[in-house]
């Protein structure tokens, strides 16, 4: 069992069947029970599509600002992922 279930059902009562647990502070390891929140599987997927990029200079609800790994698994930042190559390049 997860860390974050046990600490909400020891501390807070028993999940709600079809739920899942959110960390509502954005920390996967975090355990703290004023922190957790029984969702939906689909609010959950939701809540963990980030809406700016990690370095929070762009906008990833504008689908040309997205880019998608060769899989088509994981979005990331076109911007960010360009000026990361342009200085890899530049190293060169």
């Known amino acids: ?6 600490a909400y059902m020891a ?8 739920m899942e647990i959110d960390h509502t ?3 996967r390891l975090c355990v703290r029970p004023e922190h957790l929140e029984p969702v939906t599987p689909a609010e959950n997927s939701r ?8 370095s929070g200079r762009h906008d990833l ?19 960010c ?7 890899r390049q530049r190293r060169r």
């Open 11 to 18: 501390f807070v009562g028993p999940i709600p069947p079809g």
């Open 61 to 79: 609800s504008i689908p040309a600002n997205v880019r998608w790994d060769s899989q088509g698994r994981r979005r990331g930042c076109r911007a």
């Open 47 to 54: 809540r963990a599509r980030l809406a700016v990029c990690r």
């Open 25 to 27: 502070c954005g920390h």
């Open 1 to 6: 069992m997860y860390a974050h279930r046990w």
């Open 81 to 87: 992922a360009l000026e990361r190559e342009w200085r």
